[in-house]
């Protein structure tokens, strides 16, 4: 069965630091993989997407993506956070059907 | 481009009310969806149609019904509103030669029940 793992529901750093949140997933079938980030009371959009042309993928506002076949992780990072990455981020697997996962709320203290 | 509109942006139900959330798109998109976010459980499907005419259910369709008469427009109507139906509802829109998975979604309505 597809699914996506997304370990905790809040990540708090410094203004500055690295940002790294987690997504693993599982999926029977060659998969694609999104992050999309949610700003407060607003829709979800895309930051990235994976879809076999490279392992590394670069998103919007600074954020990259890796895909690793071996370890099935498509873990999100940022090297230095900003105040206005605030938001929630959720992963999601298209393999046999669309799959998100529960999300995860990124803070970013001053 | 407005992108994906949906209305209203709230609304509060008394049980037992019906009403209906409108999404429109003007991409010119085939594919469009209807997802409901809880806090903590990431988003579920409710219906979604691959074009005109086309709608079939998604993972939680129960009390919800659609309909796809045209390619811009997808309401979804709530008929005997329940308080496990207290939700944002999010519409988002698909073009088929993208990415399967990649959506543009509206900004939401967010509906009480009581």
């Known amino acids: 069965a597809q699914s996506v793992t997304q370990l905790g529901s809040h990540v708090s750093v410094s203004e500055g630091a690295l940002v790294l949140l987690r997504c693993n997933y599982s999926?029977?079938?060659?998969?694609?993989l999104f992050w999309y980030v949610q700003y407060p009371n607003q829709g979800l959009q895309l930051l990235l997407k994976y879809t076999s042309a490279a392992t590394l993928v670069k998103g919007i506002n600074g954020f990259e993506a890796e895909f690793k076949k071996s370890e099935t992780s498509f873990h999100l990072t940022k090297p230095s956070a900003h105040m206005s990455d605030a938001a929630e981020y959720f992963c999601a697997v298209s393999g046999e059907k669309l799959t998100f996962g529960k999300g995860i709320t990124l803070s970013v203290r001053p | 481009n407005a992108g994906v509109t949906q209305t209203p942006k709230f609304r509060i139900l008394k049980i037992g009310q019906s009403m209906t959330l409108q999404c429109t798109q003007d991409?010119?998109?085939?594919?469009m969806y209807w997802y409901r976010q809880d806090p903590g459980m990431g988003l579920k499907l409710i219906y979604y149609?691959?074009?005109?005419?086309?709608?079939d259910k998604g993972e939680v369709p129960n009390g919800y019904n659609v309909s796809r008469s045209t390619t811009e427009d997808f309401p979804l109507r709530l008929e005997l509103a329940a308080p496990s139906q207290t939700s944002v509802y999010f519409c988002a829109s698909s073009y088929k030669g993208n990415t399967p998975g990649e959506l543009f979604f509206g900004e939401g309505s967010r509906l009480t029940v009581l």
């Open positions: 149609s691959v074009g005109a005419g086309i709608t």
């Open positions: 999926s029977s079938v060659p998969p694609y």
């Open positions: 991409m010119n998109h085939n594919y």
